[in-house]
């Protein structure tokens, strides 16, 4: 099973500032990387798929990148409802498997 | 507009069985695979099971093989969770999704299953 190591646990910044999310997977995923989104109470939110293809309707402020095993997502400038929990998911292979998330909060 | 609704979830006792259906539209639902991803409360997402666009193909994560079935009605647009033999580490969350537009963008709303005695 490929295990999804994501860091950090949580995060704390400002309005304005950039970030980044990490995602590390024990074996080559091959790019089949997707970010989400999910806020309190709601289903989670594609951002990202495939490494670094912004789904319809995400701000540009969100970009992806990566290959092999390492992954990051980038919030190039926090906007107050950014301010959620963020997870990867890899989909190369079974089972699928997600990160463990990123709370996001307001410093 | 994509819309996936989920729907039979609530309260069941430990060993028991309950099913869960997610009613899809707004897309070509016998073109694409679908899946089930769950979370227990305050916890992460935690994919469940997978069925390919003909029913053809399934997979488990391992603590529910043999305990829950994938199925899917292409006529009906419906997809579904068999669960039985329920235990507490079930209680979650349970989502439905779907590969269309490159795996995962849409999910339904969630519903949420209690195992509990």
């Known amino acids: 099973d490929i295990q999804m190591t994501q860091s950090p646990s949580f995060l704390s910044a400002s309005v304005g500032d950039r970030v980044t999310i990490n995602c590390k997977a024990s074996?080559?995923?091959?790019?089949?990387l997707n970010w989400y989104q999910q806020k309190l109470g709601e289903a989670p939110k594609r951002l990202i798929y495939?490494?670094?293809n912004l789904q319809t309707g995400i701000p540009s402020r969100f970009s992806g990148s990566g290959s092999g095993t390492d992954y990051t997502l980038t919030i190039s400038s926090l906007q107050p409802e950014d301010f959620a929990t963020y997870f990867c998911?890899?989909?190369?292979?079974?089972?699928?498997?997600f990160g463990s998330g990123t709370k996001l909060e307001i410093k | 507009e994509v819309q996936l609704v989920e729907s039979g979830g609530g309260l069941v006792q430990p060993g028991r069985s309950m099913k869960l259906s997610c009613a899809a539209s707004?897309?070509?639902?016998?073109?694409?695979?679908m899946a089930w991803v769950r979370q227990a409360p305050k916890k992460g997402l935690e994919w469940v099971a997978y069925?390919?666009?003909?029913?053809?193909?399934?997979y488990y994560r391992d603590p529910v093989k043999g305990r829950f079935t994938i199925s899917r009605d292409n006529a009906k647009s419906t997809l579904y969770l068999q669960m039985d033999s329920l235990r507490s580490e079930d209680t979650a969350t349970y989502y439905c999704?779907?590969?269309?537009?490159?795996?995962?963008?849409?999910w339904g709303q969630g519903t949420l299953v209690t195992v509990s005695s």
């Open positions: 069925i390919s666009y003909d029913g053809g193909s399934t």
């Open positions: 707004g897309f070509t639902f016998s073109n694409y695979g």
């Open positions: 074996q080559n995923i091959n790019k089949y």
């Open positions: 998911l890899q989909h190369n292979s079974f089972p699928l498997t």
């Open positions: 495939n490494t670094n």
């Open positions: 999704t779907t590969t269309y537009a490159h795996w995962f963008a849409y």
